[in-house]
């Protein structure tokens, strides 16, 4: 089976979205082929995504997981039960108030290709709950000053072994494992 992993573009301060959630000063840094190349070695491993559904429990236009480039599972984190929505080749599936829960049926979906965590409260819940096998981050040359913070509040030390560091052009990539 697969690993559980925490994949996310963050600027240097730590910030995955601006204080609106808007993530468009993440495009148009300077790259080259190996940037794409390993970024594009992490989707080829992702079987599965587990992520937090937006406030009308729609999939939006601006809110498809790798742009839609990916026709994976997606498991939403709602507190309200919904049925199943399919758009574009994607099914997304709403999981209410379980992680744990949802988490398991990623991996179920997922089968021998690992499960992406979307988002900061999701990613410090399954870090809390010893769920996340890995940590990998693109950090971006840009200090926001202030935003959606990846790990802030998590509230507790996570020891990490790091794994892979590469950087190419402007974007620095950090792969760890996380130590249980």
């Not at 080829?44 to 994976?72: D, H, R, S």
Request: glycine share 12%.
């Amino acid at each position: 089976m697969g690993k559980v992993i925490v994949h996310a573009t963050i600027t240097l301060d730590g910030f995955m979205a601006d204080p609106d959630g808007g993530i468009d000063w993440m495009f148009g840094f300077s790259s080259v082929d190996e940037d794409g190349e390993l970024v594009s070695n992490v989707m080829k491993e992702l079987g599965a995504i587990v992520g937090g559904a937006n406030k009308t429990q729609t999939i939006e236009e601006g809110e498809i997981p790798y742009g839609g480039m990916l026709k994976i599972p997606v498991f939403e984190m709602t507190h309200e039960a919904r049925e199943p929505i399919e758009r574009d080749g994607i099914t997304y599936t709403f999981v209410v108030d379980d992680i744990t829960h949802a988490v398991e049926a990623a991996k179920a979906a997922a089968g021998e290709k690992s499960v992406a965590i979307l988002g900061g409260s999701i990613s410090r819940q399954c870090l809390k709950l010893g769920l996340v096998d890995e940590i990998q981050l693109h950090v971006v040359p840009l200090l926001l000053g202030e935003g959606i913070s990846l790990f802030g509040g998590l509230g507790q030390q996570i020891k990490l072994e790091r794994i892979e560091t590469a950087a190419f052009a402007s974007e620095t990539h950090l792969r760890y494992r996380v130590v249980k």
